[in-house]
T-cell receptor, first 114, second 114 residues
Framework: AQSVTQPDIHITVSEGASLELRCNYSYGATPYLFWYVQSPGQGLQLLLKYFSGDTLVQGIKGFEAEFKRSQSSFNLRKPSVHWSDAAEYFCAVGAQTGANNLFFGTGTRLTVIP | GAGVSQSPSNKVTEKGKDVELRCDPISGHTALYWYRQSLGQGLEFLIYFQGNSAPDKSGLPSDRFSAERTGGSVSTLTIQRTQQEDSAVYLC????????????FGSGTRLTVV
């Protein structure tokens, strides 16, 4: 069965510090992988996605993520966090063929302290 | 429109009443999705529409939930005889095509059943 695990419910970092949010997935085949961000009272915004090719993908707002097949992981990183990055982050996985919906993790809430 | 529009943004209803939630997708997007986001949970897939094809209803939690999409555009999610466990944020998303995962989410409808 498909599943996405985000082991960190809440992370607090200082502004300017580096960030890594963890995501592990369970999937029967090579999946499509996504990171979304949700600010309070807002819908989800796509940060980046991996379909194939280079396993290091760049996204918006200075975020990047690396697909590691051997570890079934797709961790999100940012070298220097800004206060405006405080939000909820969701990892998601979807099929390359067949099923059309995405499976989401339970999210990681990021707090940024000045 | 420029984005995915959902209405109402907030809805409080009494247990046992029916509610209708509306989603207006981005013009030209053929795929439309409904997800439910409960407190502390990830996003739960509910239903998927693609063009004129029969919808994928595999995520609907009970027969109290139904959805329709008229003219390939606006969608309505209906919950009959609401229960307290239906309280959640209901998110709608649309994308350009069948295998294109460029989801754009609306801001959601926060449903509270009292």
């Amino acid at each position: 069965a498909q599943s996405v695990t985000q082991p960190d419910i809440h992370i607090t970092v200082s502004e300017g510090a580096s960030l890594e949010l963890r995501c592990n997935y369970s999937y029967g085949a090579t999946p499509y992988l996504f990171w979304y961000v949700q600010s309070p009272g807002q819908g989800l915004q796509l940060l980046l996605k991996y379909f194939s090719g280079d396993t290091l993908v760049q996204g918006i707002k200075g975020f990047e993520a690396e697909f590691k097949r051997s570890q079934s992981s797709f961790n999100l990183r940012k070298p220097s966090v800004h206060w405006s990055d405080a939000a909820e982050y969701f990892c998601a996985v979807g099929a390359q063929t067949g099923a059309n919906n995405l499976f989401f993790g339970t999210g990681t809430r990021l707090t940024v302290i000045p | 429109g420029a984005g995915v529009s959902q209405s109402p943004s907030n809805k409080v209803t009494e247990k046992g009443k029916d509610v209708e939630l509306r989603c207006d997708p981005i013009s030209g997007h053929t795929a439309l999705y409904w997800y439910r986001q409960s407190l502390g949970q990830g996003l739960e897939f509910l239903i998927y529409f693609q063009g004129n094809s029969a919808p994928d209803k595999s995520g609907l939690p009970s027969d109290r939930f139904s959805a329709e999409r008229t003219g390939g555009s606006v969608s309505t999610l209906t919950i009959q005889r609401t229960q307290q466990e239906d309280s959640a944020v209901y998110l709608c998303a649309s994308s350009p095509g069948r295998q294109n995962y460029g989801y754009t989410f609306g801001s959601g409808t926060r449903l509270t059943v009292v």
